[in-house]
């Protein structure tokens, strides 16, 4: 009998921390109802203390999904704890999670304290959460860092305080798998209550030296049965542990023991509608979801996988949700098409929203021999900008080589019609002239990316933009066959998400 892995879900907190991939509380109620669909057993939804929309998507989230429990985080302070409980208070099952740096960089520089405190703040926090719920996770941050003695000294005695599942975070990314194993097994050998069933041990890794995975799978090893993951491996900096990596590996290697209750064949759709709601392209080769995951492109590949698949693919594509009989749409495609090939990459929409869908869809299948799945999630999201105040109404530029780009440009705002041109050193600087003509207010570009979706040159540019205004930075993002509206598109994006 395998023994059962439990998957905690951290993409909307640590994983949507990452600068440009914050959701709004619709989008995170919908990849919430999809990791229920996919049957992860906690979402961490957030950390309510740190901002109104933080405790805003805890709450709808808490209301939204049924039977995953609720986690909200805190530092190892009372009023933080106070919020949490606060916005878990619609949840049908709700956890805290609460922690303080343990090792001596955090003990020394960031808090100023000393060991023996650390142990009775620690302490303390889990107490107080524990008046509240009676699910209380503690993290140990940069546990990675911290000495195996001392670790095991702060978890014997939170545990004795009630905490129910105890976090070890690698919080910088730095142990090696061995290592990482090894104190995970440290802690389940000196502290009495893993071995008594009344706490379990968790894995949360990052993955700046490439590890995360690897470290991961070595904690479950030690003795931890629950792992911190998000889809995609998405997270700051490297990003975390990916949910999808970790599932395959336990499924395709049965003979660990281990169980999850994840359906793999929602993973591919998941990590879809991640990648389109967060603006964050999965590189191509990424292990399980990325789009030559499974392509194989070598003669001798081919012909192998042709005789059969187990020659050289050690996952069939369909314990994925890799649907290979995809249709390509193409501008001949019916609604009913477009509708199925959305509903396949996790998208799931109304008539209504469909119709406008399809509109934009037979625009581009017009510039385009194929639409691809990338192609139709994003216009899957490009449709959210139709709430928006700021809407490019048309834009049409000159450029070429020995003659000045010219960029003459018409914007809705709410309603009202406005017009403008300017001339600029290429099409981009003279249209984003041309949008300041009208919209005159004291912004800076950053940051400024284009990017192709698939091949070809009547592909679809992605553009992700960072501008400042009034000392705060906006992230934007527009895609289009072409580059220069997609750029302009990206800077109204950006335009829209100002807070005044
Ligand atoms: O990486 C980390 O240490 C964390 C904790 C806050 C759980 O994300
Ligand atoms: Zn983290």
């Not at 502290?191 to 590890?211: E, P």
């Not at 929409?349 to 510039?367: G, M, N, Q, S, T």
Request: with cysteine.
């Amino acid at each position: 009998m395998s023994e059962r892995l439990y998957i905690f879900d951290t993409t909307l907190r640590d994983g949507e921390q990452v600068p440009g991939c914050q959701l709004n509380t619709v989008e995170k109620i919908q990849v919430a109802r999809q990791l229920e669909a996919l049957g992860v057993d906690v979402i961490e939804a957030g950390f309510p203390i740190s901002s109104p929309g933080d405790f805003k998507s805890v709450v709808e989230i808490s209301k939204a999904v049924t039977w995953p429990t609720i986690c909200a985080l805190t530092r190892a302070i009372e009023k933080d704890i106070d919020v949490a409980a606060q916005a878990l208070e619609y949840a049908k099952h709700k956890r805290i999670h609460t922690g303080i740096g343990t090792s001596e960089q955090h003990i020394r520089y960031k808090f100023n304290s000393t060991p023996e405190e650390i142990i009775e703040r620690a302490v303390a926090a889990v107490k107080y959460a524990k008046k509240y719920v009676e699910d209380v996770e503690f993290y140990a941050e940069d546990a990675g860092r911290t000495d195996n003695e001392y670790l095991a000294r702060v978890i014997d005695a939170v545990t004795k305080a009630g905490a129910t599942v105890c976090n070890i975070p690698d919080t910088t990314g730095f142990r090696l798998p061995g290592e990482y194993e090894a104190k995970i097994r440290y802690l389940y050998e000196h502290v009495d209550a893993f071995a008594a069933g009344k706490s379990i041990l968790s894995t949360h890794c990052h993955n700046d030296l490439g590890m995360a995975t690897a470290n991961t799978i070595a904690g479950v090893l030690g003795g931890a049965r629950q792992v911190e993951v998000t889809v995609n491996g998405i997270g700051e900096r490297a990003g975390n542990t990916s949910l999808e990596e970790v599932v395959m590996i336990l499924k395709t290697h049965p003979d660990i023991g281990i169980d999850t209750n994840i359906n793999t064949t929602k993973i591919w759709a998941t990590s879809r509608m991640v990648s389109s709601l967060m603006n964050m392209p999965v590189q191509p080769n990424k292990a399980v979801v990325g789009r030559n995951a499974f392509a194989h492109s070598s003669g001798i590949h081919q012909d192998g996988v042709l005789k059969n698949a187990s020659t050289y693919e050690i996952m069939d594509p369909k314990a994925v949700g890799i649907d290979d009989n995809a249709i390509v749409l193409t501008a001949r495609s019916g609604r009913a098409a477009l509708k199925h090939r959305l509903h396949v990459n996790g998208v799931d929409v109304e008539d209504k929203r469909l119709d406008a869908i399809y509109e934009d869809f037979l625009r581009l299948a017009d510039k385009k021999k194929e639409v691809t799945d990338d192609d139709i999630l994003m216009l899957a999201g490009a449709d959210r900008a139709t709430a928006h105040n700021v809407k490019l109404d048309y834009l049409q530029v000159t450029t070429g080589k020995g003659v000045k780009s010219v960029a003459s440009m018409g914007l809705d705002i709410a309603g009202e019609k406005f017009e403008a041109c300017a001339s600029g050193n290429g099409p981009v600087d003279a249209a984003i002239k041309a949008l300041k003509n009208i919209i005159r207010r004291q912004m800076t570009l950053k940051e400024f990316t284009i990017q192709a979706i698939s091949k070809g040159s009547d592909d679809v540019g992605k553009v992700h933009m960072q501008v400042e205004y009034d000392g705060q930075a906006y992230y934007g993002f527009g895609a289009n066959t072409d580059i220069v509206t997609a750029s302009v598109e990206a800077y109204i994006d950006c335009i829209n998400k100002f807070r005044h």
